[in-house]
């Protein structure tokens, strides 16, 4: 699989501008906050967003939980992925959330 990292800051407009990005570039998946994203559909994960905690939403972020980065793994496996745009707000983040799944 074809891994694409979109890399920045929280609220510098990366999730408002990774389905423009997406399409661009032929990459029908995103990860964004836990979520796995399909043509504009939340397919598997969870929302970091949902957590009470900025820890738990950290660690949701970067799939820590095994069942929530297997149910992601599973679904781009079972799709046949061939490529991947993971959101992130730095490198070693985009690294890890790839890594998991």
Do not use: C
């Not at 920045?8 to 906050?33: L, M, V």
Request: glycine letters at 8%; charged letters at 30%.
């Amino acid at each position: 699989m074809k891994i694409y990292a979109l890399v920045g800051p929280s609220g510098s407009g990366k999730s408002h501008r990774a389905p423009w990005i997406s399409k661009e570039k032929n990459i029908p998946y995103i990860i964004d906050d836990g979520l796995l994203i399909h043509n504009g559909t939340i397919i598997a994960g969870r929302s970091a967003k949902r957590e009470k905690t900025k820890i738990a939403s950290v660690k949701t972020a970067v799939f820590t939980s095994d069942d929530h980065a297997f149910e992601v793994s599973h679904e781009l496996k079972k799709r046949n992925a061939e490529s991947l745009l993971i959101l992130g707000t730095s490198d070693g983040m985009v690294k890890r959330i790839a890594e998991r799944i």
